[in-house]
RNA sequence: GCUCCCUUCGUCUAUCGGUUAGGACACCAGAUUUUCAAUUUGGUAAGACGGGUUCGACUCCCGUAGGGAGCGCCA
C-alpha cells in the first residue's frame, strides 16, 4: 500500500465524508465515502469523517452507529475520531457572529410566513424565487421586538461566482440568482451551507468530493469562503448512482442501504471493486485489489455522467470473489451475512417485481422447502453452527465454484442440514423411479463394503458400477444426487457422499432404495 | 418555471482529431461435463439527432431532443 504522498511539497491532502445519520449509509453515499477514501489513501493524505447531525429532529444515534458499522464493513477506515457537527454550533454562532461585525452579514427579519408569500407570489409569476430582503439596507434600529431574527450573508448582487470543479469542469453561476443565504437560523442553530464551511475550514479538509447533487451548493459555500477570507479547498462533484432504469436509486430497485448489500451476500471486497468501477475507470481493468484501486485512483479518471446500478455486474463480480477468498474466511463472511437477514415477510414487502430477485430471499424460500422451521438467517445459522464449521468447512471449496453470492453458498450447503427421511423435491423424486432404486440397492452393498470413503473412492466405485450394468455415469449419478440431497442440482455427488459421511450418506440411500 | 449538469453496445466503460470504435457484465451458439456452475471457443450489439470547424470528428463549437440534479430558517 502506498503511503508516499503525492509529492514533496503540496500539502497533505485531507479528504472526508460527511453523512447526516438520518437513515443508515446509502450505497451512493457508500460509494462517495470509498472515492474520499482512495484518494486520501491514493495520496497519503488523511480521510476524515463527520456526522452532520444538525437536524435534531431526523437524526438518530443509531444511524450513527449503523453508518459507522456500514463503513468499518466496506473496510473503509478513517483517520482520527468522526466529528459531530452539531457539537460545534457555538464555533458556527461565533463565526456567524465575526461575519455580521465585519458586515459580511445582516440580521433579517423577515418572518417564514413572509418569505412563503414571497416564494408563492414568484411562482404564480412564473419568476425564479429569490429573496431580496429589505433588511439587507435597512436601519437596524427600525427592527420589530417581537421578531427572531435570521442571519443572512450579504452577498455580491452582480457578477458571478466560479466552481473550478475537477469532475464538471468551470461551473459558472450568476451571483443575481443567488439571494443572501440564511447562516443562521432565528434560532440560533447554523445551517447546513455555513456549517459546511465553517467545518471544512477547521479540519483542513482540501479536497471535497462528494455528489453532483451538491453542485449548486458549492456557489454558496464559496461565497461564504470568500466572506471568511479562507482559501477555498479543491472541488470534485462526482455523478450519483442510479437505479437499473436510470431512475434515482430506491427501495423500488431492491435495495439502497450498505447494510442490505451484506445481507444480500455480497462481500466488502467486490462492492468496493464494483462501486470503483461506477464513475470510475483505469483503463480496461475490471478486478483488481483493493491496493491497485489506491495506486491507480484518480481524481481525473471520474467520469461526468450518471452511471445504473447493475446487480449482474456485481454478482460476476462477486462469483470471483468467492472463489478467490479462504474457505474459513468465506465462512465468517457467510456469518455476517445471514446474521443480518431477517425473515422472509421482512424481505417481500418493498421489493419490486420486476427488480432481480434478492438473493437473500431466494435463500429464504429453499430454507422453506427444507427446513420449515427455519424462518430467518439467524436460524439457519444456528442450524450450520450445529453441523460445525469443519463439514462446513468442508463443504466449501466444492460450492464456492458455483455461487455468485454468500446466500447461494448457503443454499448449497442447505444439504447438511436437511433432515431424514429427505423430501425430494418434484424433480429429484421423478429420477427415482424402479431402475434408479435398483441401482442404488446395489450401489448401498458396494459403498458398505468401500473400505476409503473419500471423492476419489467413492467415484471409482461408481464408475466401476455403472461399467459393469452398462449404464452412462449420469444415470447412476443423478439418482445418488436426489436421494442424497433431495435435489436434481447440488456439487459433484461424491463430494456431498465424502462430506456427509459414511454412516449419514448411507442411511439417506437407504431411505430411498 | 428558473439555474446547472449529462448523452459510446441492453448495462459499466476505453478512446484524450486519424482505431476494422476495444474490454467487462448480460445475452446467443458450440466445446467440456455426474447435475448446476465454473472453464473455454465464437457471435449479436454502440458514438441520441441536426448543423458547423477541420484534409479528417465519437473526440472541438452551436442548436434540438432525451435524462438527471438543484432551487428551504433539510442535509
Same mark, same amino acid.
Given at each position: 500500500m502506498s503511503d508516499k504522498p503525492h509529492s514533496k511539497s503540496a500539502p497533505a491532502i485531507v479528504t472526508r465524508f460527511a453523512p447526516s445519520p438520518t437513515g443508515t449509509l446509502h450505497i451512493g453515499g457508500a460509494r462517495t465515502a470509498l472515492f474520499n477514501w482512495l484518494y486520501a489513501r491514493h495520496t497519503g493524505g488523511k480521510f476524515l469523517l463527520r456526522i452532520e447531525d444538525t437536524d435534531r429532529e431526523r437524526s438518530k444515534d443509531e444511524h450513527v452507529t449503523a453508518i459507522l458499522a456500514s463503513l468499518k464493513w466496506l473496510g473503509l477506515d478513517w483517520d482520527g475520531e468522526p466529528l459531530f457537527q452539531f457539537a460545534r454550533a457555538?464555533?458556527?454562532?461565533? #463565526?456567524?457572529?465575526?461575519?455580521?461585525?465585519?458586515?459580511?452579514?445582516?440580521?433579517? &427579519?423577515?418572518?417564514p410566513d413572509e418569505l412563503a408569500a414571497m416564494r408563492a407570489k414568484a411562482e404564480a409569476e412564473k419568476r425564479p424565487y429569490v429573496v431580496e430582503s429589505p433588511w439587507r439596507d435597512a436601519d437596524p434600529a427600525t427592527a420589530p421586538a417581537h421578531v427572531k431574527?435570521? #442571519?443572512r450573508l450579504r452577498t455580491a448582487r452582480t457578477g458571478e461566482t466560479v466552481t473550478n470543479d475537477q469532475v464538471q469542469g468551470r461551473v459558472v453561476v450568476p451571483n443575481k440568482d443567488l439571494d443572501d443565504m440564511i447562516i443562521l437560523r432565528s434560532d440560533g442553530a447554523p445551517t447546513y451551507n455555513f456549517a459546511v464551511v465553517v467545518d471544512d475550514h477547521d479540519m483542513g479538509v482540501t479536497n471535497v468530493i462528494r455528489g453532483v447533487d451538491h453542485l449548486t451548493n458549492t456557489a454558496r459555500q464559496t461565497q461564504v469562503y470568500n466572506a471568511l477570507g479562507w482559501e477555498l479547498p479543491a472541488f470534485a462533484h462526482i455523478p450519483l448512482v442510479h437505479g437499473g432504469d436510470g431512475a434515482k436509486l430506491s427501495k423500488r430497485h431492491g435495495a439502497q442501504g450498505t447494510d442490505e448489500y451484506r445481507s444480500m451476500g455480497?462481500?466488502?471486497?467486490?462492492?468496493?471493486? &464494483?462501486?470503483?468501477?461506477?464513475?470510475?475507470?483505469h483503463g480496461d481493468d475490471e478486478i483488481f485489489s483493493t491496493e491497485q484501486a489506491i495506486a491507480w485512483f484518480d481524481i481525473v479518471d471520474v467520469g461526468k455522467s450518471a452511471a445504473r446500478f447493475d446487480f449482474a455486474k456485481l454478482s460476476d463480480l462477486n462469483g470471483n470473489y468467492i472463489r478467490q477468498t479462504s474457505d474459513a474466511e468465506l465462512l465468517e463472511h457467510l456469518r455476517a451475512c445471514l446474521a443480518g437477514v431477517g425473515s422472509a415477510a421482512d424481505l417481500t414487502i418493498a421489493v419490486d417485481l420486476k427488480s432481480p430477485a434478492r438473493p437473500d430471499l431466494k435463500l429464504l424460500k429453499e430454507v422453506a422447502t427444507v427446513r420449515p422451521d427455519l424462518v430467518s438467517g439467524v436460524a439457519l445459522l444456528a442450524a450450520f453452527d450445529a453441523v460445525g464449521a469443519t463439514k462446513l468447512v468442508a463443504a466449501l471449496p466444492s460450492l464456492k465454484e458455483r455461487a455468485r453470492t454468500l446466500p447461494e453458498l448457503a443454499a448449497g450447503l442447505l444439504y447438511l442440514i436437511a433432515q431424514r427421511p429427505l423430501k425430494l423435491d418434484d424433480k429429484a423424486a421423478k429420477l427415482i423411479d424402479a431402475d434408479a432404486k435398483q441401482a442404488l440397492a446395489g450401489l448401498i452393498a458396494r459403498f458398505e463394503a468401500a473400505e476409503m470413503w473419500d471423492a476419489s473412492a467413492l467415484e471409482a466405485i461408481v464408475r466401476e458400477f455403472a461399467e459393469t450394468q452398462g449404464l452412462k455415469l449420469g444415470r447412476v449419478a443423478q439418482p445418488l444426487r436426489a436421494a442424497l440431497t433431495g435435489r436434481t442440482v447440488s456439487p459433484p #455427488?461424491?463430494?456431498?457422499?465424502?462430506?456427509?459421511?459414511?454412516?449419514?450418506?448411507?442411511?439417506?440411500?437407504?431411505?430411498?432404495?
Open positions: 457555538d464555533r458556527h454562532r461565533a #463565526v456567524a457572529a465575526q461575519l455580521l461585525a465585519a458586515g459580511s452579514a445582516y440580521k433579517c &427579519y423577515l418572518t431574527p435570521t #442571519v455480497y462481500l466488502p471486497a467486490a462492492l468496493r471493486n &464494483y462501486l470503483a468501477r461506477l464513475g470510475w475507470s #455427488v461424491f463430494d456431498v457422499m465424502a462430506v456427509l459421511g459414511r454412516e449419514e450418506a448411507l442411511a439417506r440411500l437407504k431411505d430411498q432404495a
